[in-house]
Every structure is written in C-alpha cells, then in structure tokens.
C-alpha cells in the first residue's frame, strides 16, 4: 500500500514544472530511505550530485550526514528516510550555483512533501538547517526536531 502509494508520487511528480525549478532539473529528486521509517530527514533542496542522480543526499553532504548517523547509532539509516523541502536543485541558471528555495518554490513543492509524510507517518522530523526551520509546514502528528544542515560543518 505505501509502496504503490509511493509510486504513484513519483510518477505524479518527476515531470513537475510547476515552478523554474522543474525546468533547469536535469532530475527530480523525491526521496530515499524506507517507506517505513520512523525518521524524515529534510533538507534544503538537491546539489548537484543529487540533480545529475535522483536521489537525495548522496552527494558529499550527505555522506557526511550518513556517516554521523551511523557514528551515533548504526540502526539509524536503517529507520530513515531523506527528502528535500523541493525536489529540484534550486539554482537560478543550469550553469548557476545551488542557493535556498525560495518560500514559493517550497510553497509549490509542499504538496510532495506532505504526501511524502503521509505515507511514511515518520516518528520524528528532522529539519536540516535554517531554510527547512522556517519554511516547512506540516509535521503532523511528528515530534519536530531542528538540527544543524551537515553542509555546515563542511
Ligand atoms: N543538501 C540538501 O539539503 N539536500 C540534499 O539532498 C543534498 C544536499
């Protein structure tokens, strides 16, 4: 049931243009982790590793993240799950450098990401940095918690 409703998210998104974003994404970038996890990591947007490979946190931010997680408690990753406040690599040219999604790209794009906690029904949200701290919306019935974004410490 998560799995097709999962699916069916993906197909309904991956060709979205509702904002520029859509149309400078060499990939949408939904999610990754278990659809069973108890914890939704939630980042900024894509980088670029993550735009050429459509998936998030794979890039060098995310291995970091990952091996902190794994550092704290090895069953971490097994009970995660990781997606962004947008799903394209908010940049304001191809060629241009990564920057925060604005409030109506996240605006636009939170139909995903609510769907996305519908599914999952995670224990604890986990917002990455400032830009998710005050633009993400819906926890539902989530315990929220903020942390530094791992893009920080790099
Ligand atoms: N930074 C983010 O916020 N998300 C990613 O997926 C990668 C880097």
Request: proline residues 7%; positive net charge.
């Amino acid at each position: 049931m998560k799995y097709s409703s999962y699916l069916s998210l993906v197909k309904e998104w991956k060709t979205c243009e509702k904002c520029p974003l859509g149309k400078t994404a060499y990939k949408h970038v939904m999610g990754r982790g278990r659809l069973d996890a108890d914890f939704l990591f939630i980042g900024e947007g894509p980088g670029r590793t993550e735009d050429l490979e459509g998936i998030p946190f794979v890039g060098q931010v995310g291995q970091l993240l990952e091996e902190a997680l794994k550092q704290a408690y090895p069953e971490f990753l097994k009970r995660s799950f990781f997606a962004n406040l947008v799903a394209c690599r908010p940049c304001d040219s191809l060629r241009g450098p990564n920057r925060a999604p604005t409030a109506v790209e996240v605006k636009t794009c939170s139909p995903r990401l609510e769907k996305i906690l519908e599914i999952i029904k995670p224990k604890a949200v986990i917002l990455l940095g400032k830009t998710p701290q005050l633009l993400f919306k819906s926890g539902g019935t989530a315990e929220i918690f903020n942390f530094y974004h791992p893009s920080y410490i790099l």
